[in-house]
């Protein structure tokens, strides 16, 4: 999609790439130039059997683009060389910026020259802020519990949750809230989402009785 705002938006199922030709592959758009995406989400898997260079739970890649108040739940596997894979987007660029987001997947690529990362897969020029990632397990050879492979990336208060389990990273560990691995969180609970990611319960996000994590205020059941 190109100069296009989509907003209320939700894809539930399975994501498959089997062909060399599927470069672009996400929950909401394969790809997004000078457009917006907010109050989306995706449930479900991402399954890639061959190379598809870019996936994301919500876009495969960004370019001049903006992902606000957004979510991905389920799992990601991928068995292909030279892919770039993220819970959010698999790669962003041109200015491009993720905001106020968290996942909750379990990210597995067993291939070469792999970019994985919990919010998105490789960044450059671009900006993660204010989101978190609560999945179980991350695995790639270029991996980071925020993002993959990045080149001059502004992290603003990221976090992510203190238990993952990350294998196979050959990228820098270093843990804070501006880099690419986010600081340590042991609870997300309401107050987390609200106090510290400063995220709002009052229009945007709310947290339904019996839920472990937050869902979007539009939503009348959580996928």
């Not at 939700?10 to 060399?20: A, K, M, V």
């Not at 917006?36 to 996936?55: E, K, L, M, R, Y």
């Not at 389990?165 to 804070?176: C, E, N």
């Amino acid at each position: 999609m190109n100069k296009t705002a989509v907003r209320n938006s939700c894809f539930i199922g399975r994501i498959e790439s089997d062909s060399y030709n599927e470069s672009f592959i996400g929950g909401i758009a394969g790809i997004a130039r000078n457009s917006s995406v907010s109050s989306a989400c995706f449930s479900g898997q991402i399954d890639i059997a061959d190379t598809a260079p870019h996936a994301g739970g919500i876009v495969g890649h960004m370019d001049g683009s903006r992902i606000e108040n957004s979510y991905a739940k389920g799992s990601v596997a991928s068995s292909a060389n030279s892919v770039t894979v993220g819970g959010i987007a698999g790669s962003m660029e041109g200015s491009s910026t993720i905001a106020l987001s968290y996942t909750v997947m379990t990210m597995q690529a067993t291939g070469f020259k792999v970019n994985i990362g919990g919010i998105a897969g490789a960044a450059e020029l671009s900006t993660i802020k204010n989101c978190t990632v609560l999945g179980s397990s991350l695995t790639g050879d270029q991996s980071g519990r925020i993002a993959g492979n990045v080149d001059t990336v502004t992290f603003i208060d990221n976090y992510a949750i203190s238990s993952m389990v990350i294998v196979g990273s050959t990228g820098g560990f270093i843990k804070g809230t501006d880099t690419k691995q986010g600081a340590d969180v042991s609870t997300a609970n309401e107050s987390f989402f609200k106090d510290i990611l400063m995220w709002d319960f009052t229009r945007i996000w709310k947290m339904p009785y019996g839920q472990t994590y937050p869902t979007l205020e539009w939503q009348t059941a959580a996928p």
